[in-house]
């Protein structure tokens, strides 16, 4: 199988082009995964050195850069990752949201999955509000799911996963969300139309200049994506997100990351998660 040196200035040209794009900083320590990965892309379209692959992409083929992205995008995600997130969504904001929105007589709740990956986030939101919600027929739930990379965005709304991923879940939640494999999907596990009902998947790039959306969320999912941004561009991020929040809403960040050192308006609740008041 062939392979590719990548060189410090071609390294430069094409990590310059995918902060300048998408806003992720690829760092030294990139370099391996960067040369690795599109190394199959340099394969697959007959070409033969970076260089000439960073002209492809700017020059003559700029639908190229999704699957740039998609090849550099780390996706490691789980059903109920970080499950304290999820328990605290049930215990506080759900409870929030439904007292205010009865109140206001608004019956929707909408939520955002900044970078749902190949879907295990939406899809352990919609369960958690539909256990949350019950049979109430009242209720509305909107869930927005995105991503940048196409990829796994295709396979998020397919809805279907090897048992491995979710052999952790209890078996009334299998049983309730869940159908499972037969024939040439033996060993597999599908999400059911309920759930699938109440997510829209979008690819969506988080350094957009701005966001297409005309409602406000009650919550946002953010996690485990600031990492790779720069302070600059977290702040960027940061302020939109905010600006997206409903008044009292709430944005969960990854168990890594935090808005120390950011100039924001959010309040602080406890490590990882943050309140627009």
Same mark, same amino acid.
């Given at each position: 199988?062939?392979?590719?040196?990548?060189?410090?200035?071609?390294?430069?040209?094409?990590?310059?082009?995918?902060?300048?794009?998408?806003?992720?900083?690829?760092?030294? +320590?990139?370099?391996?995964?960067?040369?690795?990965?599109?190394?199959?892309?340099?394969?697959?379209?007959?070409? !033969?050195?970076?260089?000439?692959?960073?002209?492809?992409?700017?020059?003559?083929?700029?639908?190229?850069?999704?699957?740039?992205?998609?090849?550099?995008?780390?996706?490691?995600?789980?059903?109920?990752?970080?499950?304290?997130?999820?328990?605290?969504?049930?215990?506080?904001?759900?409870?929030?949201?439904?007292?205010?929105?009865?109140?206001?007589?608004?019956?929707?709740?909408?939520?955002?999955?900044?970078?749902?990956?190949?879907?295990?986030?939406?899809?352990?939101?919609?369960?958690?509000?539909?256990?949350?919600?019950?049979?109430?027929?009242?209720?509305?739930?909107?869930?927005? +799911?995105?991503?940048?990379?196409?990829?796994?965005?295709?396979?998020?709304?397919?809805?279907?996963?090897?048992?491995?991923?979710?052999?952790?879940?209890?078996?009334?939640?299998?049983?309730?969300?869940?159908?499972?494999?037969?024939?040439?999907?033996?060993?597999?596990?599908?999400?059911?139309?309920?759930?699938?009902?109440?997510?829209?998947?979008?690819?969506?790039?988080?350094? +957009?200049?701005?966001?297409?959306?005309?409602?406000?969320?009650?919550?946002?999912?953010?996690?485990?994506?600031?990492?790779?941004?720069?302070?600059?561009?977290?702040?960027?991020?940061?302020?939109?997100?905010?600006? !997206?929040?409903?008044?009292?809403?709430?944005?969960?960040?990854? !168990?890594?990351?935090?808005?120390?050192?950011?100039?924001?308006?959010?309040?602080?609740?406890?490590?990882?998660?943050?309140?627009?008041?």
């Amino acid at each position: 199988m062939q392979t590719f040196d990548l060189n410090d200035k071609d390294f430069k040209l094409l990590g310059d082009l995918v902060y300048n794009t998408i806003g992720i900083n690829l760092g030294p +320590a990139k370099k391996e995964l960067l040369r690795t990965r599109l190394g199959k892309r340099l394969r697959l379209l007959g070409i !033969h050195s970076f260089k000439e692959y960073y002209r492809y992409v700017t020059e003559e083929n700029k639908d190229e850069l999704t699957n740039l992205f998609d090849a550099i995008s780390t996706n490691l995600t789980s059903f109920f990752r970080e499950q304290k997130h999820f328990d605290y969504l049930r215990d506080v904001v759900l409870p929030e949201i439904t007292a205010e929105g009865t109140r206001r007589g608004d019956w929707q709740i909408r939520t955002w999955s900044c970078a749902c990956s190949t879907g295990e986030e939406p899809y352990s939101l919609a369960i958690t509000l539909s256990d949350y919600l019950g049979e109430s027929t009242r209720w509305g739930v909107k869930i927005l +799911a995105t991503d940048v990379n196409t990829e796994v965005l295709d396979k998020a709304m397919k809805g279907l996963y090897k048992e491995a991923r979710v052999e952790g879940l209890p078996k009334i939640m299998l049983k309730r969300y869940f159908l499972k494999g037969e024939g040439s999907k033996t060993g597999y596990v599908k999400v059911k139309r309920s759930l699938q009902n109440m997510i829209t998947f979008r690819r969506i790039n988080l350094t +957009a200049p701005r966001y297409p959306f005309r409602k406000e969320f009650d919550f946002i999912f953010c996690r485990n994506v600031m990492i790779y941004f720069d302070k600059f561009t977290q702040k960027q991020i940061v302020d939109k997100l905010y600006f !997206h929040l409903k008044k009292g809403g709430y944005l969960f960040l990854g !168990h890594a990351e935090s808005l120390t050192g950011i100039d924001t308006n959010f309040k602080y609740i406890q490590p990882t998660i943050y309140k627009k008041v």
